[in-house]
């Protein structure tokens, strides 16, 4: 058996936390590999327009602004690698990395495996997946040209993509479980004055209906419990994310509600091990806050190697 491959810094994805360390370590001549798991660019990859990156005045295609941070981070000798960790085990040191295709073994690693979109788990859900129920709008905004569809959701996201799914759809429910919606102003004045938006307030979807394709949703009405069906082409879900930590359970605290426990430096229980992006930030959820938490965890992994001598 051949013997793993050893890295000074191993990055675990290749969103904006992931290419931002990459970027600031490989400047630091790490030489820096990072996994891209099964989604390179993270959730960014698959945002029509990012408005709120600083120097993209016009605003900036998700995924060219993705290339860009990959390219820079290539340029000054990031290794991106196509594959996903499957096991860690940062007990011992150098820590132990496998993957789908192979092993290493690194001196620091940056967990940077973001967030996933959350399931409203309930009937008809799973089967219609691809089939009218969708986590992504870019992705699937153009399947429902000119018809009826419903968004999920009374956050930023929600708001946000059903506004670029305006582009498409006849008509955009939006459906939200209280009487108060919890995204900010500027998203709620510009969803409220769309023509093609409507609100269905204090109500939540019980069921998705339809054989092979979704043909409705069956809808409660909270507060008095009334229930009807609801004739839909296409139910998107946005109602927040979760952390993606499943491989670190058991050996990085996480906080309350499962995302990576760091400090304000980036680092978590175990000294060598940083986490960065959303897999570690529930709050902000920017491109721009992960990518300063991704450069912050590169330089916080340039002080342990110095501190720890393996950099001269
Ligand atoms: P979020 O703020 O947590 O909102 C989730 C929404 O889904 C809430 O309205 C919540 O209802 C609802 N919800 C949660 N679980 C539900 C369930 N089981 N059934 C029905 N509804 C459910 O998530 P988000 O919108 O993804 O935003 C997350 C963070 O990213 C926020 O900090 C947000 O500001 C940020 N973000 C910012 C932008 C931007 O700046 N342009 C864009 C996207 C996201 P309740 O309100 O009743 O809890």
């Known amino acids: 058996m051949t013997s793993p491959e050893h890295t000074q810094l191993l990055i675990l994805g290749a969103g904006p936390a992931g290419l931002a360390a990459g970027l600031y370590a490989a400047r630091a001549d790490l030489a820096p590999i990072i996994l891209t798991g099964p989604e ?22 998700g995924p060219n602004l993705v290339n860009r941070f990959k390219e820079q981070a290539e340029k000054f000798g990031a290794r ?38 959350k399931q409203l788990e309930i009937p ?65 004045k510009r969803a409220r004055e769309h023509p093609k938006i409507r609100f269905l307030m204090d109500t939540v979807v019980t069921e ?17 419990g009334e229930e009807r069906e609801h004739p839909i082409a296409g139910v998107f879900i946005f109602i927040g994310y979760h952390p993606n930590t499943d491989l670190f359970e058991g050996q990085l605290t996480l906080d309350e509600r499962g995302y990576i426990a760091v400090d304000k430096h980036m680092h978590t229980n175990i000294p060598g091990v940083f986490a960065a992006g959303e897999v570690a930030d529930s709050r902000y959820r920017q491109v721009i806050t992960s990518a300063g938490m991704g450069a912050a965890a590169a330089m916080e992994a340039i002080h342990f190697l110095e501190d720890t001598e393996k950099l001269p």
Do not use: W
């Open 40 to 61: 390179l660019g993270g959730q960014v990859a698959i945002t029509y327009i990012v408005e709120n990156y600083p120097g993209f005045p016009e605003g900036v295609e």
């Open 80 to 117: 991106l690698v196509l594959d996903t960790a499957t096991a860690v085990d940062f007990s011992q040191r150098p820590f132990r990395i496998r993957t789908t295709k192979t092993e290493y073994t690194a001196d620091t690693v940056i967990v940077a495996t973001g967030a996933t979109a």
């Open 124 to 188: 008809g859900e799973d089967e219609l997946i691809g089939m009218g129920v969708s986590y992504c709008a870019t992705c699937d905004g153009h399947f429902f040209k000119g018809m009826d569809i419903m968004v999920v959701g009374g956050g930023d996201s929600a708001l946000e993509e059903a506004l670029f799914l305006t582009r498409y759809a006849n008509s955009v429910t939006i459906v939200h479980r209280r009487n108060r919606l919890r995204a900010g102003p500027l998203l709620q």
């Open 208 to 224: 998705i209906l339809g054989e092979d394709m979704v043909e409705g949703v069956r809808l409660r009405h909270v507060p008095t």
